[in-house]
């Protein structure tokens, strides 16, 4: 059994649809507004913050993206919450359609055991 002297990383599943005004855009404009207006926004309320995109429009049409953010802790998590509803990602170029957040393996550190995961191999 392992002990883990540090707090879990928070991990926030943003589940998102795309809206119009977003759609609009070329692609160098969608990237060009993410680079110029979210992500300086996030730098400059936190730290300890990482992302991952999911495209899903293939599959779903309540929900085209999932974006998943990884945060040091519930502070940083919270701060890039609110950065983000300070820009125009916010409600305007996506709608935020739920929010499932947890900690990997929580279950298995309130209980001290092992986690139990599958491996490919």
């Known amino acids: 059994m392992t002990t883990e002297t540090t707090a879990p990383p928070v991990t926030a ?3 998102i649809k795309t ?7 070329t692609p160098q404009e969608r990237v060009n507004a993410f680079t110029t207006q979210v992500i300086p926004a996030i730098k400059a309320k936190t730290t300890g913050v990482r992302s991952r995109f999911y ?4 599959y779903s049409t309540r929900v085209t993206d999932v974006w998943v953010w990884e945060a040091d802790d519930h502070e940083a ?3 890039l919450i ?5 820009t125009p ?6 709608e935020v359609v739920d929010l ?3 900690a990997e393996n929580g279950y298995a550190r309130t209980y001290g055991l092992e986690p139990v ?3 490919s191999t």
């Open 117 to 119: 995961a599958t491996i």
């Open 13 to 15: 599943f943003m589940l």
């Open 100 to 102: 499932l957040v947890g």
């Open 89 to 94: 990602f916010w409600d305007r170029y996506f």
């Open 55 to 58: 495209d899903t429009e293939f």
């Open 82 to 86: 609110d950065a983000l509803r300070e």
């Open 77 to 79: 998590y919270q701060l």
């Open 19 to 25: 809206q119009p005004e977003w759609l609009a855009m």
